[in-house]
Protein backbone atom coordinates (compact mmCIF):
# COMPACT_ATOMS: atom_id res chain seq x y z
CA UNK A 1 0.00 0.00 0.00
CA UNK A 2 1.45 3.52 -1.29
CA UNK A 3 2.07 5.43 1.88
CA UNK A 4 0.22 8.53 0.43
CA UNK A 5 -2.93 6.52 0.62
CA UNK A 6 -2.53 4.75 4.22
CA UNK A 7 -1.93 8.24 5.55
CA UNK A 8 -5.07 9.80 3.98
CA UNK A 9 -7.33 6.60 5.38
CA UNK A 10 -5.82 7.31 9.00
CA UNK A 11 -6.21 10.68 8.34
CA UNK A 12 -10.08 9.92 7.30
CA UNK A 13 -10.13 7.48 10.14
CA UNK A 14 -9.10 10.57 12.52
CA UNK A 15 -11.14 12.87 11.42
CA UNK A 16 -14.46 10.93 11.66
CA UNK A 17 -13.45 9.80 14.75
CA UNK A 18 -13.30 13.75 16.18
CA UNK A 19 -16.56 14.91 15.01
CA UNK A 20 -15.25 16.88 12.12
CA UNK A 21 -18.16 17.54 10.58
CA UNK A 22 -18.53 20.46 13.15
CA UNK A 23 -14.70 21.64 12.79
CA UNK A 24 -12.63 23.24 10.36
CA UNK A 25 -11.69 19.81 9.25
CA UNK A 26 -15.53 19.68 7.77
CA UNK A 27 -14.27 20.94 4.13
CA UNK A 28 -11.27 18.24 3.82
CA UNK A 29 -13.16 15.19 5.11
CA UNK A 30 -16.05 15.86 3.15
CA UNK A 31 -13.93 15.15 0.06
CA UNK A 32 -11.88 12.61 1.19
CA UNK A 33 -15.44 10.75 2.30
CA UNK A 34 -16.65 11.03 -1.41
CA UNK A 35 -13.19 10.22 -2.80
CA UNK A 36 -13.30 6.71 -0.95
CA UNK A 37 -17.17 6.14 -1.76
CA UNK A 38 -16.22 6.26 -5.00
CA UNK A 39 -13.08 4.55 -4.86
CA UNK A 40 -14.46 1.70 -3.19
CA UNK A 41 -17.18 1.33 -5.35
CA UNK A 42 -20.88 2.46 -3.47
CA UNK A 43 -22.50 2.37 -6.62
CA UNK A 44 -25.54 4.14 -4.59
CA UNK A 45 -26.48 7.76 -5.05
CA UNK A 46 -27.23 7.83 -1.32
CA UNK A 47 -23.34 7.76 -0.55
CA UNK A 48 -23.82 11.79 -1.58
CA UNK A 49 -25.50 14.95 0.57
CA UNK A 50 -27.37 17.04 -1.41
CA UNK A 51 -25.05 19.70 -0.85
CA UNK A 52 -22.50 17.99 -2.90
CA UNK A 53 -23.89 15.95 -4.95
CA UNK A 54 -23.26 17.84 -7.60
CA UNK A 55 -20.14 18.88 -7.16
CA UNK A 56 -19.00 15.32 -7.21
CA UNK A 57 -21.83 13.94 -10.15
CA UNK A 58 -18.97 13.42 -12.69
CA UNK A 59 -16.79 11.21 -10.62
CA UNK A 60 -19.04 9.52 -9.58
CA UNK A 61 -20.68 9.08 -13.29
CA UNK A 62 -17.48 8.52 -14.57
CA UNK A 63 -16.78 6.09 -11.71
CA UNK A 64 -20.39 4.42 -12.86
CA UNK A 65 -19.10 4.36 -16.42
CA UNK A 66 -15.36 2.53 -15.84
CA UNK A 67 -17.82 0.30 -13.26
CA UNK A 68 -19.93 -1.22 -16.69
CA UNK A 69 -16.77 -1.87 -18.55
CA UNK A 70 -15.26 -4.14 -16.40
CA UNK A 71 -14.86 -7.78 -17.26
CA UNK A 72 -15.27 -10.80 -15.44
CA UNK A 73 -12.38 -12.81 -14.91
CA UNK A 74 -13.89 -15.88 -14.95
CA UNK A 75 -15.30 -15.77 -18.47
CA UNK A 76 -11.69 -14.68 -19.37
CA UNK A 77 -10.97 -17.71 -18.50
CA UNK A 78 -14.10 -19.65 -19.67
CA UNK A 79 -13.66 -18.27 -23.17
CA UNK A 80 -10.16 -19.39 -22.83
CA UNK A 81 -11.10 -22.98 -23.54
CA UNK A 82 -11.57 -21.84 -27.16
CA UNK A 83 -7.70 -20.80 -27.76
CA UNK A 84 -7.12 -17.61 -28.10
CA UNK A 85 -11.05 -16.40 -26.86
CA UNK A 86 -10.10 -15.17 -23.14
CA UNK A 87 -7.27 -12.82 -24.66
CA UNK A 88 -10.01 -11.41 -27.10
CA UNK A 89 -12.72 -11.04 -24.23
CA UNK A 90 -10.12 -9.21 -22.40
CA UNK A 91 -9.23 -6.72 -25.05
CA UNK A 92 -6.15 -8.12 -26.42
CA UNK A 93 -7.33 -9.29 -30.01
CA UNK A 94 -3.36 -10.09 -31.32
CA UNK A 95 -2.53 -12.47 -28.87
CA UNK A 96 -5.42 -14.41 -29.08
CA UNK A 97 -4.76 -15.00 -32.85
CA UNK A 98 -1.59 -15.98 -32.36
CA UNK A 99 -2.98 -18.04 -29.98
CA UNK A 100 -5.36 -19.68 -31.92
CA UNK A 101 -2.52 -20.50 -34.42
CA UNK A 102 -0.31 -21.59 -32.07
CA UNK A 103 -2.46 -24.12 -30.56
CA UNK A 104 -4.22 -25.23 -33.94
CA UNK A 105 -0.77 -25.98 -35.32
CA UNK A 106 0.66 -27.92 -32.15
CA UNK A 107 -2.69 -29.97 -32.30
CA UNK A 108 -2.05 -30.50 -36.12
CA UNK A 109 1.61 -31.29 -35.83
CA UNK A 110 0.31 -33.97 -32.58
CA UNK A 111 -2.24 -35.72 -34.76
CA UNK A 112 0.01 -35.77 -37.77
CA UNK A 113 2.51 -37.68 -35.53
CA UNK A 114 0.02 -40.11 -33.90
CA UNK A 115 -1.37 -40.78 -37.08
CA UNK A 116 2.32 -41.73 -38.79
CA UNK A 117 3.22 -43.29 -35.86
CA UNK A 118 5.54 -40.63 -34.60
CA UNK A 119 4.87 -41.42 -31.43
CA UNK A 120 8.05 -39.42 -29.43
CA UNK A 121 7.21 -36.27 -31.95
CA UNK A 122 3.32 -36.57 -30.89
CA UNK A 123 4.50 -36.83 -27.14
CA UNK A 124 6.40 -34.30 -27.21
CA UNK A 125 4.21 -31.61 -29.40
CA UNK A 126 1.35 -32.65 -27.21
CA UNK A 127 2.71 -32.02 -24.39
CA UNK A 128 3.82 -28.36 -25.59
CA UNK A 129 0.24 -27.88 -27.60
CA UNK A 130 -1.19 -28.86 -24.01
CA UNK A 131 0.88 -26.24 -22.17
CA UNK A 132 -0.25 -23.56 -24.52
CA UNK A 133 -4.10 -24.43 -24.42
CA UNK A 134 -3.73 -24.33 -20.36
CA UNK A 135 -1.90 -21.06 -21.01
CA UNK A 136 -4.54 -19.49 -23.32
CA UNK A 137 -7.33 -20.70 -20.13
CA UNK A 138 -4.87 -19.27 -17.43
CA UNK A 139 -3.94 -15.78 -19.84
CA UNK A 140 -7.77 -15.38 -20.61
CA UNK A 141 -8.40 -14.69 -16.61
CA UNK A 142 -4.67 -12.89 -15.92
CA UNK A 143 -5.75 -10.79 -19.07
CA UNK A 144 -8.73 -9.99 -17.54
CA UNK A 145 -7.69 -9.15 -14.32
CA UNK A 146 -5.20 -7.38 -15.86
CA UNK A 147 -7.82 -4.86 -18.01
CA UNK A 148 -9.84 -4.45 -14.46
CA UNK A 149 -6.39 -3.27 -13.16
CA UNK A 150 -5.77 -0.54 -15.71
CA UNK A 151 -9.21 0.74 -15.60
CA UNK A 152 -9.55 1.03 -11.37
CA UNK A 153 -5.69 3.06 -12.23
CA UNK A 154 -7.69 4.97 -14.42
CA UNK A 155 -10.33 5.85 -12.21
CA UNK A 156 -7.83 6.79 -9.39
CA UNK A 157 -5.69 9.23 -12.00
CA UNK A 158 -9.38 10.71 -12.48
CA UNK A 159 -10.46 10.92 -8.78
CA UNK A 160 -6.93 12.72 -7.75
CA UNK A 161 -7.63 15.31 -10.50
CA UNK A 162 -11.25 16.15 -9.74
CA UNK A 163 -10.46 16.38 -5.91
CA UNK A 164 -7.14 17.61 -5.79
CA UNK A 165 -6.37 15.63 -1.89
CA UNK A 166 -2.64 16.57 -2.02
CA UNK A 167 -3.80 19.93 -2.12
CA UNK A 168 -5.86 19.86 0.67
CA UNK A 169 -3.11 18.74 2.61
CA UNK A 170 -0.79 21.34 1.79
CA UNK A 171 -3.01 23.80 2.69
CA UNK A 172 -3.30 22.00 6.19
CA UNK A 173 0.07 21.72 6.32
CA UNK A 174 0.55 25.95 5.81
CA UNK A 175 -2.65 26.10 8.30
CA UNK A 176 -0.28 24.32 11.24
CA UNK A 177 3.09 25.38 10.43
CA UNK A 178 4.47 21.83 9.18
CA UNK A 179 6.69 21.77 6.45
CA UNK A 180 5.74 19.67 3.14
CA UNK A 181 7.56 17.60 0.75
CA UNK A 182 4.82 17.70 -1.97
CA UNK A 183 5.77 20.80 -3.71
Not at 77 to 85: F, H, N
Not at 128 to 134: C, G, S
Request: aromatic share 14%.
Amino acid sequence: MKSGVFNSILLTEFLSNNKCSESIYAEYYEKRKYYYSILSGFNNCSAFSQSTAIEYRDSYEYAMKLSEEKKSPFLGAVYGIIPGMGYVYAGEPGTGIVTLIVVTAGSAITWGAHVNNVEPLAAVSGAATLFMYAGSIAGGYMQTVKFNRGLSEKLVVRLDRDFMLDKDRDELYIKFGIESNVR
